[in-house]
């Protein structure tokens, strides 16, 4: 007769296992002996060690016992179950080893592949990480909010970087960050692109999508108080103003 160190040595198993699976009720509880030890005999290492081994294929243990006791074809079955558990398992760590693998770039974190590509082409025209940083930001809320129609979006913003317009925006955006000596005539110009392009938008009624689009008020607030700190942006919006406009996040004709 065996000690429970001895039947976990045999098994292959730790004696805190072992009683842990007294316990749950996974292994029989032996009486003690004349000298208050309990002892184990053949049958209990045969059935630790297939507790183990199912336990170690990814059976949960509150499954164990069924399968301990099934006819082949009840175990068959259960194990198939088990089987499909682990595969969708399985998918789930790849997809967190991916998310994982993409956080390596800061675009990636909380916002969808499609911002992220956004981003990059934005990297490209040569604006600064600041600015990438604030509009990453800006869409990880977005992104949030509006889960179903950030490829909408995304797809509208990557139209939009087709226009020579919008390119020569974003560089002006780099040269006033970049440029001390840039100031006035670069945030003028910047409203005569702004201005036009708003003016071109309203005439093909594409302004008038926006409260369907975006129909959270108070979250258009809030998106546009990231960007009121900012001198470049107080100065633009008198600006833009000026020319008969006045949102940010939701342009509207004054």
């Known amino acids: 007769m065996l ?3 001895q039947l976990a040595s045999y098994a292959g198993v730790t004696i805190r296992a072992v009683r842990h699976y ?3 009720g996974l292994m029989p509880e032996p009486e003690r002996d004349v000298s208050g030890y309990r002892t184990y005999g053949a049958e209990a290492v045969v059935r ?13 243990l509150a499954r164990v016992q069924e399968l301990l006791n099934a006819d082949a074809t009840t175990f068959a079955e259960a194990t198939s179950v ?8 399985i998918r789930e760590l790849q997809e967190h080893r991916r998310r994982i693998a ?11 592949a499609e911002v992220a590509d956004y981003l990059e082409q934005v990297r490209a025209l040569g604006v600064p990480e600041m600015m990438i940083a604030a509009e ?12 179903d129609q ?3 979006f995304m797809a509208d913003k990557v139209r939009q970087l087709e226009d020579p317009r919008t390119v020569r925006f974003y560089r002006l955006i780099a040269q ?6 840039a100031g006035e005539q670069v945030v003028v110009e910047m409203a005569d692109l702004l201005a036009e392009m708003f003016e071109e938008a309203a005439a093909t009624g594409q302004l008038d999508d926006q409260d369907l689009n975006m129909d959270d008020s108070a979250f258009v607030q809030l998106l546009d108080s990231m960007a009121e700190g900012h001198p470049m942006v107080v100065r633009l919006r008198e600006l833009l103003a000026e020319r008969g406009w006045a949102g940010w996040t939701k342009v509207v004709r004054v």
């Open 3 to 5: 000690t429970i160190g």
């Open 22 to 24: 007294h316990q749950v």
């Open 48 to 60: 630790l060690i297939r507790i183990r081994t199912l336990a170690e294929a990814g059976v949960p």
């Open 82 to 89: 088990i089987d499909r558990g682990l595969r969708a398992q």
């Open 102 to 112: 993409q956080l390596a770039s800061g675009d990636s974190l909380a916002v969808p």
């Open 136 to 147: 990453r930001d800006a869409w990880i809320m977005v992104a949030a909010r509006y889960p």
């Open 150 to 152: 950030i490829s909408a």
């Open 176 to 181: 006033l960050l970049t440029d001390d000596a």
